[in-house]
C-alpha cells in the first residue's frame, strides 16, 4: 500500500504518517463504488424521502418546524451511514486484506492507523453536514442556531463516537460481506430511538428519559439543541456527559478488542 513506503521513507511526525494513510485511504475511497455509494450518496438522499414523513408529525405541538426535525435527521443519517457505516465495512476490508497488519511493521502506532484510516471518512462527513445546513437553510427556511457552539460540539461528538463504533463493529464483523449487516442494529435503534426519525420531544416522558441514554442521543439532541436555544445548562452538561461516557467506552473497547489479523 502507497501509505506503507511513505511511512517508511522519513515521515516522522505522527500528523505527518497519519496525513500520508489518510491520502492512500482517499484514492482507496474514490475507487470503491460501493462505499462511495453508502458514504457519500445515501446520507444525501435519505433526507428527501423522510420529509413525507414529518408532515404527518404534529411537530408543532412540541414547538418545532419541519425544518428543525428534518435538519437534525439529515446529520443523523450522515453519522450513521456516511461515517459509522462506511467505517465498518472499510476497517473489515483493511482487516481482511492485512492491510491494517502490514502497516503495523512500520512506523505508525496502533492509533495512528485507525485515525488515518477513519480522516477521509470523517472529513467527508463534516462536509455532507455542512452542505446538508446550508441547503436546510435555504429551502426549509431554517433560521441561525441560537446556541451554534452546542450545535458544533454535537456534530463533533456524533463524528467521533460514530468512528469509534465502527471499529468496533469492524472487530465484530467476521467478513467482508456480513460488513453490510453488522451495522444494521444500531442504525435502526439509532433511527427509531435517538430522535433522528422523531425527535425525544415527541415520546412519552419515560421512553423519552431511556432514549436519551442512547449513543447517538446526545449528538442530535445538541444538534437540534443548537438551532431551537431550547435547552438548559444542565440538559446540555447532562447530554454531553452521556456522550463522552459513551465515546469513552467505545474507544476503550476497541483498544482492547480490535482485532489486526483476519477473523478465521
Known sequence: MGAGHAVKGGVTTSASRMAALARAELTLLG????????AVLMPLA???????????????????????????????????????????AIYTVR?????????????????????????????????????LVAASTAVLDIPAPKA?????????????????LGALTAALTRTVESAQVTPLPFVLVSMMGSGVTVPLEMLPDRVAS?????????????????????????????AISTGLAWTVLAVFAVRRWFRWEPRR
Do not use: N
Open 95 to 131: 482487516r481482511e486484506e492485512l492491510v491494517v497488519k502490514r502497516l503495523r511493521t512500520g512506523e505508525l502506532r496502533d492509533t495512528e492507523i485507525l485515525g488515518g484510516t477513519a480522516l477521509p471518512v470523517l472529513v467527508t462527513g463534516l462536509v455532507q453536514s455542512l452542505v
Open 31 to 38: 475507487r470503491s463504488r460501493s462505499t462511495l455509494l453508502s
Open 210 to 238: 431511556i432514549c436519551e441514554l442512547l449513543p447517538l442521543s446526545p449528538a442530535i439532541t445538541l444538534i437540534r439543541g443548537g438551532w431551537t436555544g431550547d435547552l438548559s445548562a444542565y440538559e446540555a452538561l447532562g
Open 148 to 164: 451554534p457552539h452546542l450545535a458544533v460540539l454535537g456534530l463533533l461528538l456524533g463524528l467521533t463516537l460514530c468512528a469509534a
Open 46 to 88: 435519505l433526507p428527501l424521502s423522510f420529509g413525507p414523513v414529518i408532515d404527518d408529525m404534529d411537530v408543532e405541538d412540541v414547538g418545532l418546524t419541519i425544518g428543525l426535525v428534518l435538519l437534525p435527521a439529515a446529520i443523523g443519517f450522515s453519522l450513521l451511514f456516511g461515517v459509522y457505516s462506511a467505517l465498518t
